[in-house]
């Protein structure tokens, strides 16, 4: 069965240090894609980043990076030059490739405080 | 930019009324998806549609139905609303073909009294 797991509840970071946010996951399909997205106090989920299971580069957009790690299933977040408008929930999510219907299955989530 | 809407963002009913959530989609997505999000639990998939008329089940569907009747608009049912369904439910959708991001509506945050 697949898993996604968040083992870090919650997490503190001074404002413009960098943070990394774990996520392991299981599964035994080849081809996969790893989601991050960010969940506010306003509740609506933003998409932060992907990474492919076939992609050799890890994944960056902007300040947010992905930290692959295919052998050991991990699939990292890191925020760099942390703001405080970082200070949010963060969901690592798992999905598979070739079915039509792109379902995702996600973490329970990392409670991330930027610190001033 | 993609835009997904809730009909609620905020929604308080007694047990055992029926309880209506809509969702509607303006980026012509075929998919579209509901979960409900518990603290420590995540999100869990509740049903999730891949074509008008088309659904599956989820995670946990006991307790729901949905309707997708038209492309932009997939609704959640809870029969006959009880405590347990007191949550923070989300609507999201996304295209068809290789793996795609989801895009997620505001939530609507019921509560049954």
């Known amino acids: 069965a697949q898993k996604i797991t968040q083992t870090q509840p919650g997490m503190f970071v001074q404002e413009k240090e960098a943070v990394t946010l774990d996520c392991t996951y299981d599964?035994?399909?080849?081809?996969?894609?790893l989601f991050w997205y960010k969940q506010p106090s306003s509740g609506e989920m933003i998409f932060l980043i992907y990474?492919?299971?076939?992609?050799?580069q890890n994944a960056t957009e902007g300040r947010y990076s992905l930290n692959f790690q295919k052998a050991r299933k991990s699939a990292n977040l890191v925020i760099s030059a942390s703001q405080l408008g970082d200070s949010a929930m963060y969901f690592c999510?798992?999905?598979?490739?070739?079915?039509?219907?792109?379902?995702?299955?996600f973490g329970t989530g990392t409670l991330l405080a930027v610190q001033p | 930019d993609v835009k997904v809407t809730q009909s609620s963002r905020y929604l308080v009913k007694r047990t055992g009324e029926k309880v209506f959530l809509e969702c509607v989609q303006d980026?012509?997505?075929?998919?579209m998806f509901w979960y409900r999000q518990d603290p420590g639990l995540g999100l869990r998939l509740i049903y999730f549609?891949?074509?008008?008329?088309?659904?599956e089940k989820g995670d946990i569907p006991e307790g729901y139905s949905v309707s997708r009747e038209k492309k932009e608009r997939f609704s959640l049912i809870l029969e006959s609303a009880s405590t347990n369904q007191t949550s923070m439910y989300l609507c999201?959708?996304?295209?068809?073909?290789?793996?795609?991001?989801?895009?997620f509506g505001p939530g609507t945050r019921l509560t049954v009294t």
């Open positions: 999201a959708s996304s295209a068809h073909g290789d793996l795609a991001e989801q895009y």
């Open positions: 980026m012509d997505h075929e998919n």
């Open positions: 549609s891949y074509d008008v008329k088309m659904k």
């Open positions: 599964t035994s399909d080849q081809s996969y894609g």
């Open positions: 990474q492919g299971s076939y992609d050799e």
């Open positions: 999510a798992m999905g598979n490739y070739g079915g039509a219907t792109n379902k995702l299955i």
